[in-house]
Protein backbone atom coordinates (compact mmCIF):
# COMPACT_ATOMS: atom_id res chain seq x y z
CA UNK A 1 0.00 0.00 0.00
CA UNK A 2 3.02 2.52 1.11
CA UNK A 3 4.54 1.94 -3.07
CA UNK A 4 1.23 2.91 -4.24
CA UNK A 5 1.08 5.82 -2.67
CA UNK A 6 4.37 7.21 -3.12
CA UNK A 7 3.96 5.94 -6.79
CA UNK A 8 0.60 8.33 -7.03
CA UNK A 9 2.46 11.16 -4.94
CA UNK A 10 5.17 10.82 -7.80
CA UNK A 11 2.61 11.12 -10.76
CA UNK A 12 1.38 14.23 -8.89
CA UNK A 13 4.63 15.78 -8.96
CA UNK A 14 5.32 15.35 -12.36
CA UNK A 15 1.47 15.91 -13.53
CA UNK A 16 2.84 19.40 -11.77
CA UNK A 17 5.58 19.60 -13.85
CA UNK A 18 4.40 18.81 -17.36
CA UNK A 19 1.14 20.95 -16.89
CA UNK A 20 3.29 24.00 -16.43
CA UNK A 21 4.91 23.12 -19.41
CA UNK A 22 2.50 21.57 -21.57
CA UNK A 23 0.03 24.79 -20.48
CA UNK A 24 3.16 27.35 -21.46
CA UNK A 25 3.37 25.65 -24.65
CA UNK A 26 -0.24 25.45 -25.59
CA UNK A 27 -0.51 29.40 -25.15
CA UNK A 28 2.56 30.00 -26.82
CA UNK A 29 1.11 28.08 -29.78
CA UNK A 30 -2.21 29.52 -29.50
CA UNK A 31 -0.40 32.88 -30.10
CA UNK A 32 1.16 31.96 -33.61
CA UNK A 33 -1.75 29.83 -34.13
CA UNK A 34 -3.96 32.95 -34.09
CA UNK A 35 -1.68 35.54 -36.07
CA UNK A 36 -0.38 33.40 -38.78
CA UNK A 37 -3.07 31.71 -41.44
CA UNK A 38 0.28 28.86 -41.87
CA UNK A 39 -0.38 27.64 -38.85
CA UNK A 40 -4.23 26.70 -38.80
CA UNK A 41 -3.70 23.12 -39.11
CA UNK A 42 -2.42 23.57 -35.42
CA UNK A 43 -5.55 24.24 -34.44
CA UNK A 44 -7.46 21.16 -34.10
CA UNK A 45 -4.01 19.75 -32.27
CA UNK A 46 -3.76 22.18 -29.70
CA UNK A 47 -7.95 21.89 -29.14
CA UNK A 48 -7.24 18.45 -28.26
CA UNK A 49 -3.93 19.30 -26.31
CA UNK A 50 -5.45 21.72 -24.14
CA UNK A 51 -8.59 19.87 -23.28
CA UNK A 52 -6.55 16.93 -22.18
CA UNK A 53 -4.52 18.87 -20.29
CA UNK A 54 -7.93 20.22 -18.73
CA UNK A 55 -8.82 16.58 -17.87
CA UNK A 56 -5.44 15.38 -16.39
CA UNK A 57 -5.31 18.75 -14.61
CA UNK A 58 -8.74 17.67 -13.20
CA UNK A 59 -7.56 14.09 -12.65
CA UNK A 60 -4.41 14.94 -10.87
CA UNK A 61 -6.55 17.90 -8.15
CA UNK A 62 -8.78 15.09 -7.30
CA UNK A 63 -5.92 13.03 -6.21
CA UNK A 64 -4.19 15.44 -5.10
CA UNK A 65 -6.90 15.98 -2.91
CA UNK A 66 -7.10 12.74 -1.74
CA UNK A 67 -3.59 11.83 -0.80
CA UNK A 68 -3.36 15.52 0.64
CA UNK A 69 -1.96 14.22 4.11
CA UNK A 70 1.43 12.94 2.40
CA UNK A 71 1.90 16.32 0.03
CA UNK A 72 4.03 18.87 1.59
CA UNK A 73 2.20 22.17 1.13
CA UNK A 74 -1.55 20.36 0.00
CA UNK A 75 -3.53 23.59 -0.55
CA UNK A 76 -0.33 25.38 -2.56
CA UNK A 77 -0.64 22.19 -4.79
CA UNK A 78 -4.10 22.34 -5.23
CA UNK A 79 -3.93 26.06 -6.24
CA UNK A 80 -1.63 25.46 -8.49
CA UNK A 81 -3.43 22.50 -10.13
CA UNK A 82 -6.48 25.24 -10.32
CA UNK A 83 -5.30 27.69 -11.56
CA UNK A 84 -3.55 25.67 -14.23
CA UNK A 85 -7.49 24.74 -15.05
CA UNK A 86 -8.37 27.89 -15.31
CA UNK A 87 -6.07 29.28 -17.69
CA UNK A 88 -6.77 26.31 -20.26
CA UNK A 89 -10.11 27.20 -19.84
CA UNK A 90 -9.43 30.34 -20.93
CA UNK A 91 -7.39 29.41 -23.92
CA UNK A 92 -9.86 27.01 -24.99
CA UNK A 93 -12.73 29.71 -24.79
CA UNK A 94 -10.35 32.17 -27.02
CA UNK A 95 -9.48 29.13 -29.43
CA UNK A 96 -13.51 28.42 -30.39
CA UNK A 97 -14.09 32.07 -30.26
Do not use: C, D, W
Request: cysteine-free; charged content about 15%.
Amino acid sequence: MKNLEIAMLSKIQKAQSIGSVVTLISFILNVFVSRMEALEFLFIPLTILVSLTIIGSVYFLFESIKHKEEIEKPVKNNFAFIIRIGINLVLLALMIL
